[in-house]
């Protein structure tokens, strides 16, 4: 019998600790291509758009390419120098645009607060009291991109859409510390 | 007995315990098994029999931005005064930007990572025929009178906006937002949704800014809130918006904005 309940509750232990983990995906993008390459970095921006969600790779890439400016004169193309995913993590974080804690996969769907919290610290947006004094944690990161109108409602453990996450980053770009 | 309902309640939560599991770490099928990706914006008719065929002249590129003449063609990069036909695809980069003049009437500013296509370009009589097809990404529009009547259509996946003749923005990702300048006279702007459903759209009807207590914009949203459903695909719970008017005071470019989310619902009264 008390073989019986120990095994029960490891079977449902198991269980919900596997209904609690993140989504995970094999993108398809390519994302180390050269930096001269402009059609490779449209076929990133505009593929991701048509993917169903955002790998936090993906949505390094991304954010890294809204965070570098391009020389003055240079070829269009990729601004990211980072050849993997560990390269973004540790240049995201170096730039101190990613918290020194971050540890997810490059393969698990980006987090709605992780790409609003680097958002807000590559665009400089300081939000209210409430983020004046926290900082630009993830929830009231995203709570201030949803009142700048940068991302649709929306809490900051949903994963997003590769046509999501194009379009807060667009929206970003556009971002100049004036509210909509 | 109670052997019984020990493994009836073990039973149960496995089960429930499972599906939760199918659900949130099932991997996301690509290749052949992926679905389909998000509706394309409507693709352009080919359009009948024209009148006079029109031009799209690019007037200036800057940062990335490539063209296509269809969608078996290579991406070209697109440069200055190149003409562009019918059924031409246009994509930009983060910081890509082109602008066009689009027949005689429209002056088109193709913006950042935006994905659009030249859908119908004609002069039918007495009237200027235009249909763009944005996927994704932002626009500005500004529309002329020149002595024809306009038929300006731009069609997102979400719905299509008709302009008659003034300027504005549209932004398309997961919804539309359409920003017209205040001076929009004689429902200027006009916006059908998915379901059908149309609104008309005039700047002067703003309370908020004939209330003279604001300065900027009143916002209405007018489409469904949308949530998104933890499974990254933003298509799940919708709240519906009841289009409530918002002041702004620290927008000076006196706009109005339109605000639609997919799927919309009947939205509001602009």
Redesign the interface.
């Known amino acids: ?1 008390r073989t ?2 120990t095994v ?1 509750w490891l ?2 232990a198991a ?2 600790a ?9 993108s ?1 993008l390519i994302t180390n291509y050269d930096q001269q390459n ?2 490779a ?2 076929d990133y ?2 593929g991701l ?2 993917q ?3 790998t936090n790779n993906d949505a390094f890439h ?1 954010l890294i ?2 965070a570098v ?2 020389a003055p004169g240079s070829t ?2 990729n601004a990211d120098t980072c050849k993997t995913y560990d390269e973004r993590v540790a240049w995201l974080k170096d730039h101190q645009y990613l918290d020194a804690s971050f540890d997810r996969p490059a393969d698990e ?1 980006a987090r709605r607060g992780t790409v609003a919290q680097i958002i807000c610290r590559i665009k400089k947006i300081d939000g209210g009291l409430t983020m004046h004094v926290l900082g630009a944690n993830p929830r009231y990161a995203t709570r201030e991109l949803v009142y700048l ?1 940068i991302m ?4 900051e ?5 590769g ?2 996450f ?6 970003a ?2 971002y100049e510390g ?3 | 007995m109670n ?1 019984t309902r ?1 493994a009836v309640f ?1 039973a149960f ?2 089960a429930f ?2 599906a ?2 199918f659900a ?2 099932s ?2 099928p ?2 052949a098994d ?2 389909p ?2 509706a394309p914006a409507a693709p352009p008719t080919p359009a009948p029999a024209a009148d006079k065929p029109l031009t799209t002249t690019v007037a200036a590129v800057t ?2 931005a ?1 063209y296509r003449l269809n969608d078996k063609d290579a ?1 070209k ?1 697109i440069v200055a005064d190149a003409q562009l036909p019918v059924g031409a695809e246009l ?6 930007e082109v602008k066009l003049q689009v027949g005689p009437n429209a002056h088109i500013d193709v ?3 935006t ?1 659009m296509v030249i859908g119908q370009l004609q002069q039918d009589g007495d009237t200027l025929r235009t249909l763009l097809a944005v ?4 626009v500005h529009f500004k529309i002329d009178h020149v002595g024809f009547r306009n038929d300006f259509k731009i069609a997102t996946p979400t719905g299509t906006m008709a302009v008659k003749g003034t300027e504005g923005d549209l ?5 539309t ?1 359409i920003t017209g300048n205040e001076d929009n006279g004689g429902n200027a702007i006009n916006y059908t949704d998915s379901n059908g459903d149309t609104n008309n759209y005039t700047g002067g009807d703003s309370t908020d800014n004939q209330g003279g207590t604001t300065t900027g ?1 009143s916002s209405q949203d007018t489409g469904n ?4 459903d ?6 799940g719970q919708n ?1 519906p918006d009841t289009g409530a008017l918002g002041g ?1 005071t ?3 470019n006196s706009q109005q ?1 339109i ?1 639609t ?1 997919t799927p919309p619902n009947e939205g509001g009264d602009y």
Not at chain 2, 91 to 96: D, H, L, Y
């Open positions: 019998m019986f309940f029960t079977t449902l269980l919900f596997a209904g609690c983990e993140a989504t995970k995906t094999v398809p402009a059609t970095d449209l921006w505009h758009a048509e169903p969600i955002t991304g390419e809204l400016a391009p269009p193309g769907a109108r649709r409602p929306g809490t453990q949903q994963a997003l859409s046509m999501e194009v379009g807060i980053v667009g929206k770009q556009d004036v509210i909509p | 052997r020990i073990a939560f496995a315990s499972a939760a599991s949130q770490t991997p996301t690509t290749g992926a679905p990706p998000a940062g990335n490539e991406w990069p994509r930009t980069g983060i910081r890509g913006e950042r990572l994905y996927q994704h990404g932002k932004t398309s990702d997961t919804g937002d914009n809130s949308n949530t998104g933890g499974n990254g695909n933003g298509s709240s702004n620290s927008n000076e904005q605000q989310n």
